[in-house]
């Protein structure tokens, strides 16, 4: 996730809650069927949950068969956003993030909704990759929860389920599956409930698990845990008709089968405990579930005291703690491909340099574009794991489309394509339509760019002597002495094949060799 500023902030150690007032966070999940807002308290030992706001938008039901937004779904969650923005105008910008989940990742006018999003919540919004949101669940989860041992998390959204085995605070296998309350509506027809349609809803689920099941099977894990609102929402109408005291078993969910098939309709389904916005939807959790604890061999589960919103408020306490997990993983990354860990340093240090000289005049202070720089410098060679021959092509795929926690979407994309244009021919078009700035993220590339080119020789050598200016978005010039130059001509030689690669986009690169002072 994208969260700027947190790596500047004090560490926990230097918060003294006796004379320090507590930081305020809030985290906004953008989900399917409802839009949600937690607000904690960090006094720099305890994360303190003080305040919840929660909206029934059903993004997900505004989705047409092309994966199209409708305009009225659009509508409602700019509404809900009006609300969430005025409640979150008092805390600093640096501690808030918006995700956005199954809907945004799917809809192909995403775009549209999140401009207006951003517009109203002055706020970047992360489009989550499936596996993200189950890491950020079962983080919430397990630290909610930490005498669990080997725990297997459900959570069940309007757009998608996310199932995680872990053991305490370390998820092991993730997934996200393309079932959700919403989504299943489809197998009820207006809104009738029968046996032939609730069971076609629970193969529907059956079918989704499948393919994962050996992993998540009875005998892997030694407690289970459902997480989030649909879930809770059975197990409190189970718990008013005195049927479940702490857990829910498949007898449980056969109860409520034979009773929502009495019922048969929607609209008639009036439990106690059940919430009204919440009637719509409950017959699909109640037939997801099933499919789960049959498939999976479920005996009873738990109700978890977090969801999403806990794991990301944890996170931005890790962040501010100096503890970014995007960090760990690039570093993780390098280990798991056999990067070359001194040249990665020596391109590192090079760009920063280079960086430090041309950050302001290319107005690109904001943190993550730095951040974006040295995931760049760390990775750009990831791709050697499969050959040399299109290394920048096979470095871009694995960040785009790897599995990298704490990357959202976004994030993933903007950085392989600065890693895509890391050398040779210049791809513009492919900075385009990103949610980052594309000027910002091309003077990130033009710095990668020389870093790698300083480094050709993959010796360490210093370019302390050199300066670099760049006087607006398209130029830069870089004066070098005569005495270094002449003991650098490979250098230089790349340098005037790098202008000529720049220049055919606009782009000024300027070396001004000088004679060093006598």
């Known amino acids: 996730m994208k969260n700027q500023h947190l790596h500047q902030a004090a560490s926990v150690d230097s918060v003294n809650s006796e004379s320090t007032p507590p930081i305020q966070f809030a985290a906004i999940d953008l989900g399917s069927n409802s839009f949600h807002l937690a607000i904690a308290e960090f006094d720099g030992h305890t994360l303190r949950v003080i305040g919840r706001l929660k909206e029934k938008v059903q993004l997900a039901a505004g989705l047409d068969s092309k994966d199209m937004l409708s305009d009225e779904a659009i509508e409602r969650g ?32 995403a775009s549209e909704f999140v401009k207006k999003a951003e517009a109203i919540l002055s706020h970047n919004i992360d489009i989550l990759p499936g596996r993200e949101e189950a890491r950020l669940i079962y983080d919430g989860v397990s630290h909610n929860h930490p005498d669990l041992k080997r725990a297997l998390v459900i959570d069940i959204g309007g757009g998608s389920t996310e199932i995680i085995l872990g053991e305490q605070f370390e998820p092991e296998v993730l997934d996200s599956l393309g079932i959700g309350c919403v989504t299943t509506k489809k197998f009820f027809p207006d809104n009738k409930i029968t046996e032939e349609n609730f069971n076609q809803a629970v193969i529907n689920a059956s079918i989704g698990v499948s393919e994962v099941k050996k992993f998540y099977r009875s005998g892997n894990w030694e407690h289970c845990l459902g997480s989030s609102g649909s879930i ?76 999403l919103r806990e ?65 760049a410098c760390q990775l750009h060679e990831v791709g050697l794991s499969i050959s040399f021959s299109k290394l920048r092509m096979h470095s871009a795929y694995i960040v785009q489309y ?22 040779k021919k210049l791809f513009i078009e492919q900075l385009e339509h990103k949610y980052d700035e594309q000027d910002a993220l091309l003077s990130v590339v033009l710095i990668l760019r020389l870093a790698i080119l300083f480094n050709v020789k993959r010796d360490a050598h210093n370019i302390e002597e050199l300066t670099f200016k760049a006087s607006d978005q398209h130029k830069m010039i870089i004066t070098i002495p005569a005495s270094w130059a002449k003991e650098h001509q490979l250098i230089i030689a790349e340098l005037r094949r790098e202008a000529a690669y720049l220049d055919y986009h606009g782009i000024s690169l300027e070396v001004d060799i000088i004679k060093s002072a006598s």
């Open 311 to 375: 794991g990301i408020l944890l996170e931005l306490t890790e962040e501010l703690k100096g503890n970014d997990i995007r960090h760990q993983t690039a570093v993780s990354l390098m280990k798991r491909f056999n990067v070359d860990h001194d040249h990665a340093s020596q391109v590192q240090q090079s760009a920063q340099l280079i960086f430090d000289q041309t950050a302001d005049l290319w107005g690109i202070y904001d943190p993550i574009y730095k951040n974006y720089l040295d995931w």
């Open 232 to 307: 809770e929402s059975v197990y409190k109408v189970l718990a008013n008709l005195n049927l479940a005291q702490g857990f829910m078993t498949f007898e449980h969910l056969k109860f409520l089968k034979q009773k929502l098939i009495d019922i048969g309709d929607f609209e008639n389904i009036n439990f106690s405990g059940l919430t009204e916005s919440r009637k719509s939807t409950f017959t699909c959790g109640v037939a997801i579930l099933y499919g789960l604890f049959e498939t999976l061999e479920i005996d009873k589960m738990h109700i978890a005291d977090a969801s």
């Open 78 to 109: 700019v509404n809900c956003l009006k609300l969430f923005a005025e409640r979150i105008q008092d805390i600093d910008r640096q501690y808030v993030t918006v995700v956005g989940t199954y809907t945004l990742r799917k809809a192909v006018n």
């Open 402 to 423: 790897g599995d990298m926690p704490g990357f959202s979407q976004q994030t993933k994309d903007s950085l392989a394509a600065i890693i895509a244009n890391q050398k």
